[in-house]
């Protein structure tokens, strides 16, 4: 990993630091554009919410476990929504 990807990667710290849950993984399906979210190992979800907004929220006996992320790459970035506003 270069300077210019860890630069990225330390650009998102304080947005993690707000994420209220104290551990959290991810993975990245590039070619379905996909973002998994999960905050609990294993997770075992027993239900599901699809949301208008391309986001499925996963609970497991009613507590988020995770968040799926379709079309994650035409989202926009917090601070590009943050000059906008």
Same mark, same amino acid.
């Given at each position: 990993?270069?300077?210019?990807?860890?630069?990225?990667?330390?650009?998102?710290?304080?947005?993690?630091?707000? &994420?209220?849950?104290?551990?959290?993984?991810?993975?990245?399906?590039?070619?379905?554009?996909?973002?998994?979210?999960?905050?609990?190992?294993?997770?075992?979800?027993?239900?599901?919410?699809?949301?208008?907004?391309?986001?499925?929220?996963?609970?497991?006996?009613?507590?988020? &476990?995770?968040?799926?992320?379709?079309?994650?790459?035409?989202?926009?970035?917090?601070?590009?929504?943050?000059?906008?506003?």
């Amino acid at each position: 990993m270069g300077t210019a990807e860890v630069k990225k990667v330390l650009a998102i710290v304080p947005e993690l630091l707000e &994420v209220p849950y104290p551990r959290v993984w991810t993975t990245y399906d590039k070619e379905a554009d996909v973002l998994y979210i999960n905050f609990k190992k294993p997770s075992r979800a027993d239900d599901s919410e699809l949301t208008g907004d391309d986001l499925i929220i996963r609970y497991e006996k009613g507590e988020v &476990v995770g968040i799926t992320v379709l079309n994650a790459s035409k989202r926009k970035r917090v601070s590009q929504r943050r000059k906008k506003s």
